[in-house]
């Protein structure tokens, strides 16, 4: 059986069309399931859903409790899942479903990850371009893991999802860590088809916040910048003392008022930066140690659902 994780925000307008395009394809495939995971949406859509799931046997649904986030929605989607394989895929159709199709023949032909990569990314902004190139080129810098034209759309094995699911961190980064694990992987390509309906559901804030939470996720080398540009200024501080110094010897006692707030200044801001960049390493630990779950499913719909309330 083929698994299909489906994660969706305030989808209401795309939910039945997701539903149908997937059945459609997978019908022919083999046995399947669409796991929808409401991620506390505002809008019909958990509605939705548990009414889709009353007649099509094949669409199970979670509901979270409050908007936790795409991440928690996936991992939600894999913990429930009971396929061999298992498949997530936007709810918007951004990510062509038809593709399904290629990149189960290729888990049939023994691949462990089948990564969909963006041939072309489709339409967006400069400047959200511009962020996207710097974020994937920082990450593969310090990380080695290439996520250049990286998506979230994804087919693995279930041993794949098994080591997943066994992550115990609260901070996930799908799209990093399913390359993380490791496997025999595969790539095909796509291109980034316009949203379906809607509008996108990352505002620039929350993208922020998550490229931030990503590279910390994967990477000190935040925090190995310090260090160097403590050396850096180790050096400079020398090269000046010395000058200080001759200056002293000969009589020429510097009155260098300005140098001093100058350097008061860069020094100062250096140390708060630096200062700032551990203590969100350390917020990270934090947030970990409570061991706080990483999302709280309040519903659940569907055909597990019901053979559960039968017992
Ligand atoms: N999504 C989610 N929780 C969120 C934000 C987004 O589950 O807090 C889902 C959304 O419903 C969609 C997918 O993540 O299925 C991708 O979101 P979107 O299409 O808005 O992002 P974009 O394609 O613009 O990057
Ligand atoms: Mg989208």
Not at 101 to 114: D, P
């Amino acid at each position: 059986m083929i698994s299909v994780v489906i994660p969706a925000f305030n989808e209401q307008e795309n939910i039945p069309a997701a539903a149908e395009r997937l059945g459609g394809i997978l019908a022919p495939l083999s046995d399947y399931e669409l796991i929808f995971v409401d991620d506390g949406s505002k809008d019909g859509t958990w509605e939705l859903i548990k009414q889709l799931g009353e007649t099509d046997e094949h669409i199970r649904g979670l509901h979270f409790s409050r908007n936790f986030g795409k991440e928690g929605a996936v991992f939600a989607g894999l913990k429930a899942a009971d396929g061999d394989c298992v498949a997530v895929i936007d709810c918007d159709l951004q990510h062509p479903p038809e593709l399904l199709e290629k990149m189960y023949a290729a888990w049939k032909n023994g691949a462990e990850v089948v990564e969909a990569v963006k041939a072309s990314r489709g339409k967006e902004g400069i400047i959200y371009k511009l962020f996207a190139k710097t974020f994937y080129r920082m990450m593969k810098n310090s990380s080695a893991i290439d996520l250049d034209g990286a998506s979230d759309y994804k087919l693995m094995d279930r041993k794949v999802v098994n080591a997943l699911n066994e992550m115990p961190e609260r901070l996930t980064f799908f799209r990093a860590l399913s390359s993380w694990v490791g496997f025999r992987t595969e790539r095909v390509e796509f291109d980034v088809a316009p949203r379906n309906a809607g509008k996108t559901k990352w505002s620039f804030r929350k993208l922020f916040r998550y490229a931030i939470s990503s590279i910390t996720s994967f990477t000190n080398v935040p925090m190995q910048i310090i260090t160097w540009s403590g050396v850096l200024f180790f050096i400079f501080a020398v090269i000046l003392a010395i000058q200080t110094l001759v200056n002293f010897c000969t009589g020429k006692a510097a009155d260098g008022f300005s140098t001093v707030i100058l350097l008061l200044l860069i020094i100062g801001s250096i140390l708060m930066l630096g200062i700032g960049i551990m203590g969100y390493y350390l917020s990270k630990i934090y947030e970990e140690i409570k061991q706080r779950p990483r999302y709280i499913v309040s519903e659940e719909s569907g055909r597990r659902q019901r053979r559960e309330d039968n017992k």
